[in-house]
């Protein structure tokens, strides 16, 4: 969710990232928003995304966190794979009895 | 890969700055502003907003930890944090530490030592390669010489002719090599000395043997088959460690000539350092001979004797075949080899042929005769030594939980900040790893010491020889044994206070009183004092069964006298002498002996008591021919005239052995009682005849009875042995291959009240020949208590740790009634100012104190009936009264509890009234 955040919106700083998924998930994961940090930096870690200094819309020194050519990658990936794992749940779902007749 | 990524980052981070910190607490702060503003925005006051703010964000702190373990291995920070706190907090008790240390390390050191010995002589292979791929004949090990055809059991000795017989005829094995069983000593000298020959262990091995053990030389070459042949210059190897010790690693004595029992043999080679040969024993071979030599060697050869069985066999397996499937094929080859010799079997062998079979066992061990002779006892001194690391742990625990209660409210103020509970746990976990890990390295020191001890304790060398190849200097599996212990004893103390920092609950740290707290540490220290009596208990009653047993054998009726008298062992067959010259050497070294001042009588003899005596059949005469299963077997005894005035036995019918026997007169015997009891139950022996062979019924004829004597019976309680002695005088000196013509043991029986000097004895020997050597000089009651190497051994070592559990409860107990009183000074203070006496208080704490010292008897008290009743009836196949010893052990331990729990009661006692009531 974070790389998809950070994939359309282009680079964020922690506050607008949690607040971002707050909104797009329609304010059903409105988790403490302090839990975002240790994945933010996990993430880090495995290159996903790299961060640095900037400043924020209303001039202040905050802290920006942009995609990298890993992490697109690895969002793509994980794009296909969840595609994937959510059709066949879907058609686990979708399926009548006389479908297997 | 991503998790590689991430162990670098985190790797990276590990060795880095705290700026990250920083930039966390920035980043937080940013966010958590930012939320506010949005809230100040939507109307909030200012102060409410940051409440709402926090809220939404959560813990802070939490998440900053959790946040600090993504980004770094917290784990091994704060390990590492918590042993820098364990070691700092240590250092500010040193008292506690060295004294815990202390008590571990001796603790650990014993079972370690006890271990060394273990690992060695139980557990070890054989230095040699691929030990796996060996086997052995037979499954019990057995000496020396066995005659005829059969024998009990299994076939496990085998004679030359037989060995080849199975060498040839089993296939599956690579390498079938052979040497004899019984120790062999060489008289050695090197050509051109002028010294005296000295004594070496020495054996003769087949061609292959050094093949069959994978064993290459360390300098020159070791034995192979073509030195094992008929007219084959004769060769020998030398020990790696005979050459450094003897000969200091001299290259010339590679290729050099030495003279073995008189034969000239050249030394090839060294065997590599380590290399102790087949068998594990006290005295290794020094020379490695080939079995061809042997006749040349020894004036008695056994190796053309095809029913003369004295080689063991230990041979390699073909990785192709089985050992069941070899078993089998030797078993149809001795069959087929025993039917080859149909015509010389006897009566009694032809019986007993369909039950003769043979058994392949391991051998990559060797002959384990010292495994089969000391792992009992090994064992049960390990068992001792974990009853006393046992003790150290409960008293360790004792100390920690003491420690524990200290830390309480610390400890219960820590949970209340937020503290996890695993680390809470994990703090006194470490400092006790750290005690225990400390205590494991002093303990491996004192196991070198220990081990070295126990060595020449267990295990002693006879003076002039280099004693048993085992290294007192722990190896790695010693090593690891030591840590192994040493880590598990610190779980095991240190669990009880790191569950007691588990149960404190952080309300206490608020209450502030620690009264309430007492109770739940105190009980399970009364439960590792109960522990701890039980133990010692058992322990000291142990001790004094093994030592009243030990006392019993020392002291049982021997049918000898042992005070009074000294043996010389001498030995003339290394001193190169034919039999036909040994009369007159006899002669001499009595004439000698007997001119020693306050020397009353000698006489030379092949056994002095209680060593053994050769076996031979007995045939009486006049007597139906027994049946192949009755026990037609007596030991016996050449001794010169005298003999028996001067051992100091009695004579129960007729007369002992005399000068009047000489060589002209009948020949005559004395038997002992077993022996009129065995084969003449209630009829009169004397006169009678027997013989050792079926046709030779009439050879002696039997003119006294002697009194049993103890030879070669270590228990007490059972019965003597039968046992017959010929005149040395009427021996036939013509045949010169007669091992039992070289007598070698000479008794001396001194005068009342005179010391003879060993100087003096050994001054008579030099007189009647300079060239003799002398094995042993010592008095008979010196001999008669090196029967019992082991038994003393055992007795001393377990009366030693018994001591040491003994002085452990007594501290513990110490401990537990001091902490007592002390944290009930309050209600003491009471009491004083209410009236009570000191008497009374003395006998309050002391009532508390004892209450734990009577249950841990009581729990103990069964075991120690079951123990000891295993134990001696194991040992020395009796009972001694373990009633008196066990009641004993209990008193000991009662009056040094009561020691222990006295000073801290009356010091409560004496205690003011007023400084006891003011106390919190």
């Known amino acids: 969710m974070v790389l998809r955040t950070l994939d359309l919106l282009g680079p964020l700083h922690g506050y607008a990232i949690a607040k971002r998924i707050g909104q797009i998930s329609g304010d059903v994961l409105a988790v403490n928003q302090g839990t975002l940090y240790p994945v933010l930096l996990r993430l880090e870690q495995e290159g996903a995304i790299a961060s640095e200094w900037g400043v924020s819309e209303n001039n202040r020194k905050a802290r920006y966190y942009r995609l990298t050519r890993g992490g697109r990658r690895r969002l793509k990936a994980e794009t296909e794979g969840w595609e994937q794992t959510a059709a066949i749940v879907t058609r686990f779902f979708a399926i009548k009895p006389e479908d297997l007749k | ?920």
């Open chain 2, 1 to 920: 890969m991503r998790t590689l990524r991430r162990l670098f980052a985190r790797l990276r981070a590990w060795t880095g700055t705290a700026s990250d910190e920083a930039r966390l607490r920035a980043e937080i702060d940013e966010h958590v502003a930012l939320i506010t503003e949005e809230h100040i925005k939507d109307g909030l006051s200012p102060l409410e907003a940051r409440r709402q703010a926090l809220l939404q964000f959560g813990a802070i702190e939490a998440i900053k930890e959790s946040y600090r373990d993504q980004r770094t291995f917290t784990s091994v920070e704060t390990l590492i944090q918590d042993i820098r706190h364990a070691l700092r907090r240590l250092l500010m008790a040193p008292t506690f530490s060295v004294a815990t240390v202390l008590t571990l390390a001796l603790g650990i050191g014993a079972t370690t030592s006890i271990f060394s010995l273990v690992n060695a002589v139980l557990l070890k292979s054989l230095p040699v390669a691929s030990p796996r791929e060996l086997y052995r004949l037979g499954r019990q090990s057995r000496c020396c010489y066995l005659g005829g055809y059969s024998q009990d059991k299994e076939f496990s000795l085998v004679s030359y002719e037989l060995y080849e017989y199975l060498r040839d005829n089993s296939q599956g094995f690579a390498e079938l090599a052979a040497f004899p069983s019984a120790q062999l000593l060489f008289g050695v000298r090197r050509a051109g000395e002028v010294d005296a020959a000295r004594s070496y262990p020495g054996e003769f091995v087949s061609g292959n043997y050094f093949s069959m053990f994978g064993i290459r030389p360390y300098a020159g070459r070791v034995l192979t088959p073509e030195d094992d042949k008929d007219g084959a210059l004769p060769a020998a190897v030398i020990s790696y460690r005979t050459w450094q010790q003897r000969f200091g690693t001299d290259p010339s004595v590679i290729g050099g000539i030495f003279a073995f029992n008189g034969t000239p043999v050249t030394v090839v080679g060294v065997t590599p350092p380590g290399f102790f040969g087949d068998t594990l024993r006290v005295m290794p071979p020094d020379f490695f001979l080939p079995l061809h030599a042997e006749p040349l060697v020894e004036s008695a050869s056994d190796l053309r004797k095809y029913d003369t069985h004295w080689l063991q066999l230990i041979g390699r397996i073909r990785a192709d075949a089985t050992p069941s499937a070899v078993e089998a094929r030797l078993r149809v080859a001795l069959k087929q080899w025993l039917r080859a010799h149909w015509e010389e079997m006897s009566a009694v062998d032809r019986a007993k042929f369909p039950e003769q079979t043979v058994f392949l066992g391991p051998g990559g061990a060797g002959i384990t005769s010292m495994r089969e002779q000391y792992g009992e006892w090994l064992l049960i001194l390990w068992t001792v030594t974990g009853f006393v690391l046992l003790i150290v742990c409960a008293n360790v625990a004792g100390l920690m939980l003491v420690r524990g209660l200290e830390r309480r409210r610390q400890v219960s103020m820590a949970i209340a900040l937020g503290a996890r509970l695993a680390r809470v746990i994990r703090e006194p976990l470490i400092e006790s790893l750290l005690l225990s890990v400390a205590g494991g390295a002093a303990g491996v020191a004192i196991a070198f010491g220990g081990t070295r001890l126990l060595l020449q304790l267990a295990f002693p060398s006879l003076p002039g020889f280099a004693g048993v190849p085992i290294d007192a200097a722990p190896s790695s599996a010693v090593l690891l044994f030591a840590f192994a212990t040493s880590v598990a004893t610190g779980i095991a103390f240190g669990t009880a206070p790191a569950w007691m920092a588990a149960r404190v609950d952080p309300v206490e740290a608020l209450r502030g009183s620690t009264r309430a707290t007492a109770r739940a540490g105190s009980l399970s220290r009364k439960a590792l004092v109960v522990a701890q009596t039980a133990l010692s208990l058992l322990l000291l009653s142990a001790a004094g069964l093994l030592t009243t047993a030990l006392q019993h054998l020392e002291h049982q009726p021997l049918g000898f006298d042992p005070d009074g008298r000294l043996v010389v062992k001498m030995n003339p067959q290394l001193a190169g002498y034919r039999s036909d010259k040994l009369p007159p050497l006899y002669r001499r070294i009595r004439d000698s002996i007997d001119a020693v001042p306050g020397v009353s009588g000698v006489a030379l003899c092949l056994f002095s008591p209680p060593d053994g005596g050769w076996s031979t059949s007995v045939w009486i005469d006049g007597r139906p021919t027994p049946g192949p299963r009755d026990t037609l077997h007596s030991s016996w005894n050449r001794v010169s005239a005298e003999y028996f005035d001067v051992v100091g036995t009695r004579i129960v019918k007729g007369r002992g052995i005399s000068q009047l026997d000489t060589p002209t007169s009948p020949k005559v015997a004395v038997v002992s009682e077993a022996f009129a009891r065995q084969f003449f139950g209630g009829d009169d022996p004397i006169g009678r005849h027997f013989g050792r062979t079926s046709r030779s019924g009439r050879e002696f004829e039997i003119v006294g009875v002697a009194e049993d004597a103890r030879y070669f019976s270590p228990s007490i309680g059972g019965p003597a042995a039968p046992m017959y002695f010929l005149p040395e005088a009427q021996a036939d000196y013509s045949q010169t291959s007669l091992g039992s013509l070289f007598l070698h043991d000479i008794v001396i029986a001194t005068r009342p009240g005179v010391r003879v000097s060993e100087k003096a004895v050994r001054d008579a020997m030099a007189s009647a020949d300079p060239g003799l050597p002398l094995t042993f000089v010592s008095t008979l009651r010196d001999q008669v208590s090196n029967q019992y190497p082991q038994q003393r051994l055992i007795a001393r070592l377990t009366s030693f740790f018994a001591l040491v559990s003994l002085v452990l409860v007594s501290v513990g107990l110490y401990g537990v009634t001091a902490h007592n009183a002390a944290s009930r000074t309050n209600e003491i203070g009471v009491r004083i100012a209410l009236g009570a006496t000191r008497g009374q208080v003395v006998l309050l704490v002391l009532r508390g104190a004892f209450g734990l010292v009577v249950v841990g008897l009581c729990v103990a008290l069964p075991l120690t009936f079951v123990v000891g009743r295993l134990l001696t009836s194991q040992l020395y196949g009796t009972d001694p009264d373990s009633l008196l010893v066990t009641v004993g052990a209990a008193l000991a331990l009662g009056v040094s509890a009561f020691v222990a729990a006295l000073a801290p009661a009356i010091h409560a006692s004496v205690m003011p009234p007023w400084v006891a009531l003011r106390g919190d």
